[in-house]
């Protein structure tokens, strides 16, 4: 084929997810978006800017204040912190964080926080599809974990079906993922962006993602940021070492 009769790939659409406090990786994410992909229209941020990191009034502000982030759920953390509430002590390491954050974030941007809805339906700029934003799931939108190839994700895939839904984007998990199916000649995708602040797939790189709804195609994009200064922060704060120690193994 002519390369210049070929539909170049545009990627309008950018997704971001758990930052969990963490700036410094947060500002070297927007950074590389800038500087590789411009044509970016729109980020949409899918929960958790809260909890674990030494940063939680700067990353709160960062996201909710900027322009080009259109469309915000809330997480887990985000809801605790945000109501100023502890969590139940299932994980202590989030007990001890958001304890601490609650008392970082003043309490205007807390509120605006815990007003953040836990689920959008929406579109971007001029394209037809149906784009559904929930941290978990939709059925348990702040705590349900849905893995790549799991029975749950192919439930998820009947119930985009059911209601018309183009891509589905979650969280939570901290691992990103693409999933593709056909439905009757229609391509749908699920997708995780993985996590900014805190990865868990065992690569320390900050991660998000970019879309080109032209084409339908999603990609995961991986970025270094200096570990060594979020971790030096969170020895200064007095916080758990393993919250530092966690980054650099990317889980």
Known sequence: ??????????????????????????????????????????????GDLCGYGPDPKECAELIL???IITKLVKGNHDH?????????????LAVSS??????????????????????????HLDFSQEICLVHGSPQYPLTEYIHANSKKQENLFDYMVNLGIDILVLGH?????IQEKIFSDKKLIMVNPG??????DENPKASYMVIDLNKMDAKIIRVDYLI??????LNEYGLPKLLGERLFLGR
């Open 98 to 123: 958001i304890n601490w954050q609650i008392t970082q974030i003043p309490l205007e941007l807390r509120w605006e926080i815990a007003q953040l809805p836990q689920l959008i339906t929406t579109r």
């Open 1 to 46: 084929m002519d390369k210049y009769n070929e539909v170049s790939i545009l990627y309008t659409l950018a997704l971001i997810s758990d930052v969990h406090s963490n700036l410094t990786a947060l500002e070297a994410v927007l950074n590389d978006m800038t500087i590789n992909y411009p044509e970016i229209k729109e980020i949409y941020f899918i």
């Open 195 to 200: 996590s900014i602040g805190q990865p868990r």
């Open 65 to 67: 204040k900027n322009k």
């Open 80 to 92: 605790y912190i945000g109501q100023g509430i502890t969590p139940p002590p299932t994980n202590p």
């Open 228 to 233: 060594d200064s979020v971790v030096n922060r």
């Open 173 to 177: 998990t901290h691992i990103p993922f």
